[in-house]
């Protein structure tokens, strides 16, 4: 199967700081990516969706101000928390989608990044 | 009602049991149906990828899909400790753009004790 790798695994920050996290397709150009954010024993909450060189696409609920997505390149997409804070904490997941064949039907989760925010 | 529903467990079996997951949807234009595992605080990983109806099996594992009753079934013999994670079950349906974009369900906790 493809790869997707998401950096860094695990992040503390201070209430107020931004964060950043990265998503990369290692084997395959990703055409759409998700960002998911998962809370203990719960399932995977969508985010957004972004499609390379175009703006995100933001679930109800989710601040776009606060939550920013750059997918610049077919490879990869960031997340950055602006200003967060403690109910930031979570887990959050990447996932791609490529383009031909089984490849833009199926989606490939990066690893995660669990943020705590303190 | 929720586009996809799944029980979220958990599910408590013995080892060697065979164990059968379970999903329903609403939505009749999903195409793509897929099984994905997660271990605690890691990201899912693909177990079972099916289109349309039908049985697929890969190992110890049987996907089954009725697209007629929108149900769909996962399905783990010889259950093994390792086994122990949760399954969400996925499905997909081409977007206006184009893309097939997952829905997931909220996963099942399963937990295979020795």
Redesign the interface.
Known sequence: ?AV?S?HPSRVICKSGTSVKIECRSLDFQA??M?WYRQFP????M?MA?S?EGSKATYEQGVEKDKFLINHASLTLSTLTVTSAHPEDSS?Y?C?A?GSGG?R?????????T?LTVV | QKEVEQDPGPLSVPEGAIVSLNCTYSNSAFQYFMWYRQYSRKGPELLMYTYSSGNKEDGRFTAQVDKSSKYISLFIRDSQPSDSATYLCAMSAPSSGGSYIPTFGRGTSLIVHP
């Open positions: 199967g997707v998401q055409t759409t998700f024993k719960q399932s995977l969508l969706t499609n887990f997941i996932s989608i089984r833009n039907t199926e989606a490939f989760f990066g690893q995660g669990r």
